[in-house]
Nanobody, 122 residues
């Protein structure tokens, strides 16, 4: 199982970024793809998940309305579009595989990709 996240970078407050996660080596019937982030203040927190069962999307309250998760099944890629970014969104972002999207906040996540750093600063 391989998960590769990309798309991080430096952005000004109010700006946007789109993260990508390419997944390979596992059956989508068993796993869903979630996004997490890690900061010194909050530790690791699950922020979003895209269900491969029913297409539902899940969001942490603090990103709801600003972040949008989507998927391209042909490319085996899950995206996280982040708009109206705030300095508090600065973190290392990871994509990971989870058996149930409803578990996205706490996990457990079975497979992880390398993180991508997002820095929101003027």
């Amino acid at each position: 199982v391989q998960l590769q996240a990309s798309g991080g970078g430096l952005v000004q407050p109010g700006g946007s970024l789109r993260l990508s996660c390419v997944a390979s080596g596992f059956v989508s019937d068993y796993y869903h793809i979630g996004w997490l982030r890690q900061t010194p203040r909050n530790g690791r927190e699950g922020i979003s998940c895209s269900s491969s069962d029913d297409g539902n999307s899940y969001y942490l309250d603090s990103v709801k309305g600003r972040f949008t998760i989507s998927r391209d099944n042909v490319k085996n890629t899950v995206y996280l579009k982040m708009d109206n970014l705030e300095p508090e969104d600065t973190a290392i972002y990871y994509c990971a595989a989870i058996r149930r999207c409803s578990w996205f906040r706490e996990g457990p996540y079975d497979y992880w990709g390398r993180g991508t750093l997002v820095t929101v600063s003027s």
